[in-house]
């Protein structure tokens, strides 16, 4: 079974278009999180959940929007896309306590056309 | 605010020598500290982390890392390399909070 899994993992779509990212994770964790890969592989982090409240939103434009479900989902919607956000998107979840690593699902590479 | 310095864009070393991959931080509190490693078109998988106690820590795959406290290091290290252990990777830092903060990455080639 996946720890963490991400849907789709290929997106590619026109300008303007809105889509969304599905995540979910079966490791009984408290907090999820949004992260970006550009192409020069940087990963900047973007939001993070726990237990369902938003409690990490770096700077992001308010074209995304997370969403939480429960504790096991945290979707990202994305609307008026740009040629921009096209990058790796990685979900990722963990205890939440300070000590505790990440589990990041496979991704999902957006392309913007 | 905490970040994380990885030197090197790209380290080159001999399959069978041993290899170092650097890190630094820089936070505010007690530092959790974190190595991943990046297969081409996978996710992030962890590797090993520094919480507390001994300053050489262990982790998968024979990777150990050693944390400095006074130079405020965390370096990754393999006594002998594998081609297999090519891949992009990434140090972390946690500084009590919810935020994981990485560093660029270091992308390892091990030349056969």
């Known amino acids: 079974d996946t720890a963490v899994s991400q849907t789709p993992k290929y997106l590619v779509t026109q300008m303007g278009n809105d889509k969304s990212i599905k995540c979910e994770q079966n490791?009984?964790?408290?907090?999820m999180y949004w992260y970006k890969q550009d192409s020069k592989k940087f990963l900047k982090i973007m939001f993070s959940?726990?237990?369902?409240?938003?409690?990490i939103n770096e700077t992001v434009p308010n074209r995304f929007s997370p969403k939480s479900p429960d504790k096991a989902h945290l979707n990202l919607h994305i609307n008026s896309l740009e040629l921009g956000d096209s990058a790796v998107y990685f979900c990722?979840?963990?205890?939440?306590?300070?000590?505790?690593?990440?589990?990041f699902g496979q991704g999902t590479r957006l392309t913007v056309v | 605010a905490q970040s994380v310095a990885q030197p090197e864009d790209q380290v080159n070393v001999a399959e069978g020598n041993p290899l170092t991959v650097k890190c630094t931080y820089s936070?505010?509190?007690?530092?959790?500290l974190f190595w991943y490693v990046q297969y081409p078109n996978r996710g992030l998988q962890f590797l090993l982390k520094y919480i507390t106690g001994d300053n050489l820590v262990k982790g998968s795959y024979g990777f150990e890392a050693e944390f400095n406290k006074s130079q405020t290091s965390f370096h990754l290290k393999k006594p002998s390399a594998l081609v297999s252990d090519s891949a992009l990777y990434f140090c972390?830092?946690?500084?009590?909070?919810?935020?994981?903060?990485f560093g660029k990455g270091t992308r390892l080639h091990i030349l056969p």
């Open positions: 990722a979840s963990s205890q939440g306590v300070s000590s505790s690593e990440a589990f």
């Open positions: 490791l009984g964790h408290d907090t």
């Open positions: 959940y726990n237990n369902k409240e938003l409690i």
């Open positions: 936070v505010s509190g007690n530092p959790y």
């Open positions: 972390a830092v946690r500084d009590g909070g919810d935020k994981i903060i």
